[in-house]
């Protein structure tokens, strides 16, 4: 390969790396998009089940209050039947009656009240727990619509990107771009540096008529791994960088 064919190589390299990490923040973002919106969610049904919790303690103390009135329509039936009794042992029977009656008024009075109590109390809890729902759901969907916002950017970066990337595949040699392609749908890392006479990563090692070759610009796949290795210093010494 000649010294202006590998340079293009090289940076193609560069460029798909810069497609990747972009590729990379993407998925960072979506990932944290994700945990946002399970929070928003948890907070709605942490909020429904505390109106569940409610219209529960309300349905109690409705269902008492239903029942006292039914003992205060008995009462009330009693009161009238006193009037036409007709003896002494139907008074003496609807006044034990009467008694009966006022000593379940007056134990489930205490009920009804520890009822609305409860319900009273816990609806007040309702409340600065909505408070509070209110607030982290509002702190929430800020913190959601930066990441959605920063998601938007990174998705047009990373279209302009892959828009570009055909420009730097031109004058690259196609049997280098089928190699190169082959890898790079298998590994994340396809090219990487000869270091130390070996493959950088796999440590597989480099023979001496592979490292001259490699030296002269040539990319040779490493015979352990089957990466594309290439000599990082011929790179540095043309750009001033390495991959």
Not at 13 to 21: E, G, L, N, R, Y
Not at 194 to 221: M, R
Request: proline content about 3%; aromatic content about 8%.
């Amino acid at each position: 390969m000649n010294p202006t064919s590998f340079m293009l190589f090289i940076d193609l390299v560069k460029f798909d790396q810069s497609i990747m990490k972009s590729k990379q923040s993407l998925e960072v973002l979506k990932q944290k998009q994700l945990v946002y919106l399970q929070k928003l969610k948890q907070i709605v049904f942490s909020s429904e089940e505390v109106q569940v919790q409610l219209r529960h303690m309300k349905k109690n103390v409705d269902e008492k209050e239903c029942y006292m009135k039914d003992l205060d329509e008995k009462e009330k039936a009693l009161k009238d039947r006193s009037t036409n009794v007709s003896g002494d042992r139907e008074y003496k029977s609807l006044k034990k009656e009467s008694e009966n009656l006022r000593a379940k008024q007056y134990a489930f009075e205490k009920e009804l009240l520890q009822a609305w109590d409860q319900y009273e109390t816990g609806k007040k809890q309702i409340e600065e727990k909505e408070k509070a729902f209110d607030e982290q759901e509002a702190l929430l969907q800020i913190e959601l619509n930066a990441v959605s916002d920063h998601i938007s950017q990174e998705e047009k970066v990373l279209e302009q990107l892959e828009r570009q990337r055909p420009e730097h595949e031109v004058n690259v040699p196609e049997d280098w771009l089928s190699k190169y392609s082959r890898m790079r749908s298998a590994v994340a890392n396809p090219v990487v540096p000869v270091q130390s006479e070996s493959c950088s990563a796999c440590f597989g090692a480099v023979s001496q008529q592979e490292l001259a070759a490699i030296s002269n610009h040539e990319i040779l796949p490493c015979r352990s791994c089957f990466r594309l290795l290439y000599d990082p210093t011929t790179y540095t010494h043309a750009v001033g960088g390495v991959l």
